[in-house]
């Protein structure tokens, strides 16, 4: 048996094949090139791993992936497919899919096809971040746009009040700033995906991005407004 190939960041794309509310969302045309392709260029530009693999049910996103330049030796099964599949089990199948094929790894980066606005610099940071320090995950975060502590919610009677009553009369900079997930890529050790480590603890840290370069993509209005920051990207690239 041959000796296994010890290769130190691994990144690994969960692609399904069933995307509802944008149809066929991982392949479609992104400006022109399948949105895939677009995220394993951002990749393979970082530097930062050794191999670039995705995990696809579907064999046109795996003939896309591997002409983009990504590796797709195994299939996804069903049962990690469907709607209810979750990441940390889709990224731990893959890592030990890989490892029944000889290549071991110290890290992973879980990276959603749809992370077009990240930069290849990001991947670069959120590695150095991992491997400086004994946390579990890196991943990408921003802050909300509004204190979360001034947020309403609709009584049953329709009207409002306060979540947190206390911060009525609060200025708004006196206040803890907060994060929500930017939900484009996770920098993770090889125990922490396969143990199912939580995301967000103290052994996480934030890579924090700029509000304008995280866009969801859940929407075929979200589609064309992540195109719209993407092209301006490419003019002004320095810029946040």
């Known amino acids: 048996m041959s000796e296994p190939v010890r290769q130190d960041a691994l990144a690994i794309i969960p692609a399904r094949g069933g995307s509802k509310r944008v149809p066929r969302k991982n392949i479609k045309a992104f400006l022109g090139m399948p949105m895939l392709a677009r995220t394993v260029g951002l990749l393979q530009a970082s530097g930062a791993f050794s191999g670039i ?67 290849p610099e990001d991947y670069t940071r959120a590695r150095e971040l991992l491997g400086s320090s004994d946390l579990d995950f890196v991943f990408t975060a921003t802050s909300f746009g509004f204190p979360i502590q001034r947020a309403l919610r609709r009584t049953p009677d329709g009207r409002c009040e306060m979540f947190q009553l206390e911060h009525r009369l609060t200025r708004s900079q006196d206040l803890e700033p907060a994060f929500h997930d930017a939900g484009q890529f996770y920098f993770g050790t090889r125990a922490a995906w396969l143990e199912g480590r939580p995301f967000f603890g103290h052994r996480s840290a934030m890579l924090e991005l700029p509000r304008w370069r995280v866009q969801d993509i859940d929407t075929l209005e979200d589609w064309e407004r992540a195109e719209m920051i993407f092209q301006l990207l490419q003019k002004e690239p320095r810029i946040g």
């Open 53 to 119: 693999v995705v995990s696809t049910d579907d064999d046109e996103i795996a003939a896309i992936a591997t002409q983009a330049g990504a590796l797709v030796p195994f299939r996804r099964p069903p049962e990690l497919s469907n709607d209810m599949a979750a990441t940390l089990p889709v990224i731990a199948h893959a890592i030990r899919e890989m490892e029944a094929l000889g290549v071991t790894t110290a890290s992973v980066c879980c990276v959603y096809p749809a992370a077009v606005l990240s930069r």
